[in-house]
C-alpha cells in the first residue's frame, strides 16, 4: 500500500459507485415530511406508520429515509458534535436549482448561506430537526476551474442569489 500525503491508499473504488440514499433520525415525522415533501418537494413512497417514511424524486423507492425508531421527541445534536455535517441533494440544472430557492423562500425557511465554490452553487439550510442540508448543482466538467497542473481549483464565493433567481 502506498503513501499519499501520510494516507494509505489502496486501488480506487470502481467509478460507477454511488451514495444511494440517506436515512435521518427525526424528533416528529409529521414535521419532518411537511419540510422534505411540502417545502422541498420530495413526494412520498412508503410510510410505516407515525414511526418512518421513505421519500423520493421521480418515483425511485427512496431517496431519503425519515424515522423517529430511536428520536421521537429528541432533539438536534450539540454543536461541536460529531455526526452528519449536511446532506447534499443535487439538481439537474441551474433552473431546477433556481426552483428549489424559490420554494425555501416561499415558506420562509431560513438559508445559512449560498456559494459558487467553481464546479457547483449550492444553498444551504436546517431542516426542522437542525441537519445540514445542501441544495447545489453541478456545473458541467469542462467548466471546472483547474490549475495549470489538472488539479481541482475550487473555491467559495458568495452566491448571487438575484442571477440565480431569474434561471
Given at each position: 500500500m502506498e503513501q499519499k500525503s501520510g494516507q494509505p491508499v489502496s486501488s480506487p473504488i470502481d467509478p460507477r459507485v454511488r451514495i444511494g440514499h440517506v436515512h435521518l433520525k427525526v424528533a416528529d415525522l409529521e414535521?419532518?415530511?411537511?419540510?422534505y415533501c411540502g417545502v422541498l418537494g420530495f413526494e412520498l413512497q412508503q410510510r410505516f406508520g407515525s414511526q418512518a417514511a421513505f421519500i423520493s424524486a421521480g418515483g425511485y423507492h427512496h431517496h431519503i429515509g425519515l424515522n423517529t425508531w430511536e428520536s421521537?421527541?429528541?432533539s438536534p445534536p450539540p454543536p461541536r458534535s460529531t455526526g452528519l455535517y449536511h446532506l447534499a441533494i443535487l439538481y439537474?440544472?441551474?433552473a431546477t436549482l433556481a426552483d428549489a430557492l424559490r420554494r425555501v423562500l416561499?415558506?420562509?425557511?431560513?438559508?445559512?448561506?449560498?456559494?459558487?465554490?467553481g464546479v457547483s452553487e449550492a444553498l444551504y439550510l436546517r431542516d426542522?430537526?437542525?441537519?445540514g442540508v445542501e441544495l447545489y448543482r453541478d456545473r458541467p466538467e469542462p467548466e471546472w476551474p483547474r490549475?495549470?497542473?489538472g488539479e481541482?481549483?475550487?473555491?467559495?464565493?458568495?452566491?448571487?442569489?438575484?442571477?440565480?433567481?431569474k434561471s
Open positions: 414535521r419532518a415530511l411537511e419540510f421521537a421527541g429528541g439537474p440544472t441551474r416561499a415558506t420562509g425557511v431560513e438559508l445559512d448561506g449560498a456559494a459558487d465554490h426542522p430537526d437542525g441537519n490549475m495549470p497542473d481541482l481549483a475550487m473555491f467559495t464565493r458568495q452566491l448571487d442569489l438575484g442571477a440565480l433567481l
